[in-house]
């Protein structure tokens, strides 16, 4: 098996995804969105602490910080359990993912506002929701106070804010030149 490109350390950030298999969908209703929620924080959280995500039909996006040597195992262990249980409800059979899950180092605080801004819009960049907010399977709600989710630990985003109404024009502000500021941190022809 190939190694990691990127080696995980304790206390770092890191945005961590991955897409179907051939690009094809790993959430197929709103009950299998809500179960992969689940088995993340079943098998994942003891590891990290997220900071954003996004849960969409075809791939998934989480901004962590690492806190144990687990999260590799939880990762694992998330991708063998929602897998299997994807199968058995759809009768199919191999693999739903493509492949291991992918690592970037996210390297400075001007980086976790990009990644954290573009895992909230991804959404709306591809023509699912007109507003980030209107995406169910997304930490953007708990940013704005619209929701008391359990994952995301947003302070390390929103204190780099005023107020959630800064980060929410922050967030609304994108422009396609701002994806220069997160280069190389996504998939490399991006959903």
Known sequence: MPRRETKLALGE??????????????????????????QWRKYVTPGCQVIAYCVMPTHYHFLVHIITDGFSHGMQLLGISYTKAINKQRNR?????QGAFRAQHIERDEYLLHVSRYIHLNPVLIGLVQRPEDWEFSSYRDYLGLRRGSLPVSDVVLGQFATADAYRTFVESYAPADRQDIAGLAFDNDE
Not at 93 to 97: E, I, P, Q, T
């Open 93 to 97: 059979v191999g693999a739903l993912f």
């Open 13 to 38: 950030h890191y945005h961590v995804y991955n897409r179907g298999n051939n690009r094809q969908p790993v959430c197929f209703e709103r009950d299998n969105y809500l179960f992969l929620l689940k």
